[in-house]
């Protein structure tokens, strides 16, 4: 029997829940060792890893080997290792609630960098905004749209917000991230008109969600439509860029070096185009954002190995 394309959908421990469209969702496992080429890697899979499986003399798929991956979003914490999150994306959407919980910016900001990074073009989706007024809905819209990024708000009480959102995620694998109770498995659950994934209430004292998805899960729709629901994140650790990465994801300060014409580059010193709009001429707001993530590396005690800086620039292959 042939070998089989598939996607990773899920994952339990040594098992796999995979999806093809000929088979549909089927559950497999891994026999022996799968040789990988980056061998620091802390698991063979993750979702949305494209792999060949063939079924065994019992109904069991086994697999026996992961496709190059076409790009793959990550996060790194002070805690270790850098942590793969999801593989082969079109698009990255980044849940922000306008309440219950609040997004900050500063989050907002953290995982334009991450998606900057992968050259995966991030979607920000700002939720319930039934719990807002609209004055406050569209300055949020406005902030982030005039640094040139595709924005939304959605409610999701209503069926108001399921065209306009089917217009941005059709025909596109679209990973969901976001804090613990912005409405990432409701969104969903909503697309698909089914309960798929399980959603709880945010606490009614700090109004924090309750860390409700633990698995990622990639979820086929039609049309070649993949939704990808992930587990809520408090901060997204940024420790594997470096701050040259860290200040080009920021679309204003990009475009002043876009001007520079020095020919040798003074890395981000004191004649930068880039230093000197952030001195004179951010947005406050912004810049602190910008300002907490270079502390984030520049603070030692998170930040112990510099080769991790440099197995960052390396680490696509
Ligand atoms: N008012 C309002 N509530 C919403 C909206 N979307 C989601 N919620 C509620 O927010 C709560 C949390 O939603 P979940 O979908 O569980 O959040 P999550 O992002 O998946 O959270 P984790 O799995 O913990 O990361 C639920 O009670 C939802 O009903 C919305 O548009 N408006
Ligand atoms: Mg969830």
């Not at 819209?141 to 217009?167: A, F, K, R």
């Not at 981000?268 to 951010?282: D, F, Q």
Request: with cysteine; hydrophobic share 30%; glycine share 6%.
């Amino acid at each position: 029997m042939g070998k089989e394309q598939f996607t990773i959908a899920r994952i339990f421990g040594a098992y796999y829940e995979i999806y093809s469209e000929e088979t549909t969702y089927a559950l497999a496992v891994l026999k022996g060792k799968l040789r990988l080429k980056n061998s620091n890697e802390r698991h063979p899979f993750v979702v949305g890893d494209m792999i060949l499986a063939e079924k065994s003399s019992g109904e069991e798929w086994v697999i026996s080997e992961r496709i190059e991956r076409k790009n793959y979003l990550t996060r790194k914490s002070d805690k270790g290792d850098s942590h793969v999150l999801c593989a082969n994306l079109d698009q990255v959407a980044i849940l922000a609630s306008c309440k219950d919980p609040e997004t900050k910016p500063g989050f907002i900001d953290r995982l334009l960098a991450a998606s900057y990074d992968t050259d995966i073009p991030p979607l920000i989706i700002f939720t319930k905004k039934d719990l807002v007024d609209e004055e406050e809905i569209k300055d949020r819209e406005t902030y982030y749209s005039e640094l040139g990024y595709d924005v939304m708000s959605v409610s999701l009480l209503s069926e108001e917000s399921i065209q306009p959102l089917w217009e941005k995620i059709k025909g596109k694998r679209t990973f969901l991230c976001g804090n613990s109770g912005v409405g990432k498995s409701t969104l969903m659950n909503h697309l698909h008109k089914k309960t798929v994934q399980r959603t709880n209430l945010v606490s009614g004292t700090t109004k924090k969600g309750k860390h409700t998805t633990t698995n990622s899960f990639a979820l086929f729709l039609e049309g070649n439509t993949v939704l990808i629901d992930s587990p809520g994140v408090k901060e997204w650790g940024i420790l594997h860029l470096t701050p040259t990465q860290l200040w080009e994801s920021f679309p204003e300060l990009r475009k002043q070096k876009e001007t520079c014409q020095e020919i040798y580059c003074c890395e981000l010193g004191s004649e930068c185009p880039m230093r000197k709009y952030m001195n004179e001429s951010m947005d406050e707001t912004r810049k602190k954002s910008l300002e907490s993530m270079i502390e984030s590396l520049e603070n030692p005690h998170r930040v112990t190995r510099r080769d991790h800086w440099t197995k960052a620039v390396t680490k696509r292959y």
